[in-house]
């Protein structure tokens, strides 16, 4: 079972020797990471014996670095001093969505007919006159 640690526990671990934040209701200790992490150390020194879960999910993590995050975990928050968990933001989605099957139809064939017959009547009212 996982350690239950308080936030006077946390306060403690606010520095570069000894990082700790909460994510979530779960508590972390990044010491180790502080020279790894792409945002660099301030960031996470910022947050140090602190709450970071809005500032964590506002930068939208990619779901490597969501599942990198076991090997720092150290324990969860007490019951009495847990918030409302804040929902993950989704990942960039890249894929656009696809519009009616029929307009698209209609779109990809009509236009370039229309143009291809615009284009041979001034072509035959130019060079045939």
Do not use: C
């Amino acid at each position: 079972m996982s350690k239950e640690l308080s936030f006077e526990e946390i306060k403690q671990h606010n520095d570069r020797q000894s990082t700790w934040f909460v994510i979530n209701n779960d508590v972390y200790d990044v010491t180790t990471f502080l020279n790894e992490h792409p945002g660099g150390e301030e960031v996470l020194l910022e947050h140090a014996g602190k709450n970071a879960t809005e500032a964590f999910e506002d930068v939208g993590h990619s779901t490597d670095a969501r599942e990198r995050m076991d090997e720092f975990k150290v324990g969860t928050l007490v019951a009495a001093e847990r918030t409302a968990d804040i929902p993950k933001k989704n990942t960039t989605e890249w894929s656009v969505p696809a519009p009616d099957a029929t307009e698209s139809s209609l779109k990809s064939w009509i236009i370039p007919v229309a143009i291809g017959l615009v284009a041979t009547v001034a072509y035959r009212l130019y060079f045939m006159s």
